[in-house]
């Protein structure tokens, strides 16, 4: 018996590692959302940051919106930081949204006009740049 001990492991192990990252799925990547909204919080946590930002629909009414963003490890490295966006930012964003929620998306564009910063999903790396600033 003992010596289906390491295989049961790493299984299990194997397993849990897989369950932990989740995949895109959920979001449908053959649609695109956009919206303009100011960021309420910003959530720099493993795996996935997320941006929460409230977003005024036509009719006046102020609705909040989630954007799931890039792995932590991804972000970091391009050089976002837990400072990279503040509350009353200004943003318009675009991503593909969530099929069962319909105020989540999976970020693939952030614009901050304010100077110029851009944010953006390409492929599967992301990538952070600035202009000089608003037109």
């Known amino acids: 018996m003992r010596k289906w001990t390491g295989p049961i492991l790493t299984l299990s192990l194997f397993a849990t590692a897989a369950q932990a990252h ?3 799925s959920n979001y449908d990547q053959g649609r695109s959302v956009r919206a303009d909204g100011v960021i309420e919080e910003f959530h720099f946590l493993n795996p ?8 005024t629909d036509a009719s006046g009414v102020r609705q909040l919106w989630r954007l799931e963003m890039d792995n932590l490890h991804e972000l970091d490295d391009i050089g976002i930081s837990k400072t990279t966006f503040k509350f009353g930012d200004r943003v318009t964003v675009t991503g593909d949204p969530d099929r069962t929620k319909p105020r989540e998306i999976y970020l693939r564009r952030l614009d901050r006009p304010s100077d110029g910063l851009r944010y953006e999903q390409i492929g599967s790396r992301p990538r952070l740049t600035r202009t000089s600033g608003p037109d």
Do not use: A, E
């Open 22 to 24: 989740h995949s895109l």
């Open 48 to 55: 996935h940051p997320f941006l929460i930002i409230g977003v």
